[in-house]
């Protein structure tokens, strides 16, 4: 079963630091872009971070530059968001998927893997 699963959501204050991982199981995600997205209650899903199939390349939303990073870990089939000074807008439920057409972060992602989302809160 093809499947990605995210990890490492929680509650935290203003200010703190969350990593969250992307495990791919059933495929290799060496070979994909893979992007983090977040959706709030009420608001529509928005791109966050993406990063190429090699790593050397990653594109971040405004909002986020300068506190998330996203990085991969090929050999573990992992891929990570180090997440630091969060503010209480990044309270999300945060998904990661898997671009099908293309290995760099310039695809859509409308065909793309999904997971199935982990919950981040922040507030004190």
């Known amino acids: 079963q093809l499947q990605l699963v995210e990890s490492g959501g929680g509650l935290v204050q203003p200010g703190g630091s969350l990593r969250l991982s992307c495990v791919a199981s059933?495929?290799?995600?060496?070979?994909?872009?893979i992007g983090w997205f977040r959706q709030a209650p009420g608001k529509e899903r928005e791109g966050v971070s993406c990063i190429s199939s090699s790593g050397g390349s990653t594109k971040n939303v405004d909002s986020v530059k300068g506190r998330f990073t996203i990085s991969r870990d090929n050999a573990k089939n992992t891929v990570y968001l180090q997440m630091n000074s969060l503010k209480p807008e990044d309270t999300a439920v945060y998904y990661c998927a898997a671009d099908r057409d293309t290995a760099y972060c310039s695809g859509s992602f409308h065909r793309a893997y999904w997971g199935q989302g982990t919950q981040v809160t922040v507030s004190s």
């Open positions: 059933g495929f290799t995600l060496e070979y994909y872009a």
